[in-house]
């Protein structure tokens, strides 16, 4: 039995709570479990209890067995000096603070109902795409809202986590490191990693010189991503070519490896050199991309910050030197949703963190609540299982509840989990 899983039960008073006593038989009335502690030291603080007649505020020390005191050096240490009470779930062997004084214990086996124990395990040992799957129709879905908000944040907190080291990297330059992200996101998930690498070997700096002439901004963009190395029949990729080669020596440029890109599988419509030309046409026509999209309040401006228009070659055009249909390309709705969801939101809520701009960091959660749910593999099991899934606000947090606690098993941490383990 995990000793988390004690926790757990002592933090919920999960036990037979009337009559309780010590193993040495001195009567226990709880009156507050206290404040569980993530740091190191006694498992929790400002516990309150009676033992037979006297009032005791301190910290509570939680084990399986009793001689794990010892075993972990806590009669050594000052730190547990202010237990009051050691909780076990069996009793082997008494125990000494370092002042040399006993310490009352409370053993737990007697007083844990067996189901409680069967529900414990079969979450722990469950095999489901979640464990609590067969579970779930005991689940008051109301109750679970506030912990929905809840991992929502987390997960924005998780995002800001890695944008502050990345914003390490680049010397605190918020301007390149959401370029970079952007970049990434315009790779979305098939070819993220050749765009962040490609924005990384060519700096924001570079491309901002070159921002009124979408022909050297797509020169310096294909020609980074390895695309121009090619012989190409028509005349606008050689234009590319012949401006990449004086660009490449006028800043001493050395592209990536071309096989990077994945091409197969895909739509044209999801293509890198698409993508790249798109990524191309946003720079060009934004004026501090970065500041703007700070800006944007409603999902309207968000659609109209993508309005972009790609250069004439792009409309008979998914790859260099192959002809297609006349088409005007366009990132859809649910690209430019991805990329506010994965970039945008999660800077506007580390920069307004940042700023100490709370306004900031609300809007990027509002905003949230007007676009759709994503559509994925964890999204669409979770509504198949019941869950009402309204926009991306609880799509989100329903990937950080299966990510970060459904597939570790932190059903102990999880409010659905402390749910069926109560009921």
């Given amino acids: 039995m ?3 899983f004690l926790q757990f039960i002592w933090q919920t008073s999960l036990f037979k709570s009337e009559d309780l006593q ?5 009567s226990i009335k709880l009156i507050r479990p206290g404040s569980q502690n993530k740091d190191a030291g006694p498992d929790f603080f400002n516990s309150k209890l009676m033992i037979d007649d006297t009032l005791w505020v301190g910290n509570i020390e939680v084990h ?10 806590h009669q050594f ?30 053993e737990l086996r007697p007083l844990i109902s067996p189901s409680v124990i069967a529900k414990y395990n079969n979450l722990l040992m469950g095999k489901k795409w979640i464990s609590c799957e067969n579970m779930l129709a005991g689940v008051d879905k109301q109750k679970i809202i506030p912990f929905i908000h809840r991992l929502y944040i987390e997960r924005l907190e998780d995002k800001t986590r890695y944008i502050h080291q990345d914003l390490l990297l680049n010397q605190n330059n918020w301007e390149q490191t959401f370029y970079e992200y952007m970049a ?8 993220s990693l050749p765009f962040h690498i490609l924005a990384k070997s060519l700096p924001l700096q570079i491309l901002a010189k070159h921002k009124p002439n979408i022909l ?11 695309m121009l190395n090619n012989s190409f029949e028509e005349e ?18 050395e592209p990536i490896n071309e096989s990077l890109w994945k091409f197969a599988t895909m739509r044209p419509a999801n293509f890198p050199t698409l993508r790249i030309a798109e990524f191309a046409a946003l720079l060009h026509g934004s004026t501090s991309l970065f500041s703007r999209c700070m800006e944007v309040g409603s999902k309207k401006e968000v659609e109209a910050l993508f309005e972009i228009t790609l250069h004439d070659y792009w409309k008979t055009h998914y790859q260099f030197d192959q002809v297609a249909m006349a088409q005007k390309k366009k990132l859809g ?13 999660p800077f506007m809520f580390a920069y307004g963190k940042e700023k100490l701009n709370e306004n900031l960091c609300e809007r990027s959660i509002r905003m949230m609540q007007e676009l759709h749910a994503e559509s994925n593999g964890i999204v669409k099991k979770w509504e198949e299982m019941g869950f009402d899934i309204k926009h991306a606000f609880h799509s989100q947090a329903f990937i950080q509840l299966k990510n970060m606690y459904c597939t570790p098993k932190k059903c102990l941490s999880c409010s659905i989990g402390n749910q069926l383990l109560m009921c």
């Fill in 22 to 26: 010590t193993v040495d038989g001195q």
């Fill in 77 to 106: 240490d000052p730190a547990y000096n202010n237990v009051v009470l050691h909780v076990v779930y069996e009793h082997d062997e008494e125990i000494v603070n370092q002042l040399g004084y006993v310490i009352p214990t409370l």
């Fill in 236 to 253: 606008y990729p050689n234009q590319l070519k012949k401006e990449y080669g004086y660009l490449k020596k006028a800043y001493q440029l």
């Fill in 333 to 345: 709705t649910s690209s430019i949703e991805n990329i506010f969801i994965n970039t945008i939101a």
């Fill in 216 to 226: 050297q901004l797509e020169a310096l963009l294909f020609g980074q991503a390895g």
């Fill in 64 to 73: 399986y067995s009793s001689s794990e005191w010892m075993q972990h050096g």
């Fill in 184 to 191: 990434r996101n315009f790779g979305f998930k098939t070819n």
């Fill in 2 to 4: 995990k000793e988390e």
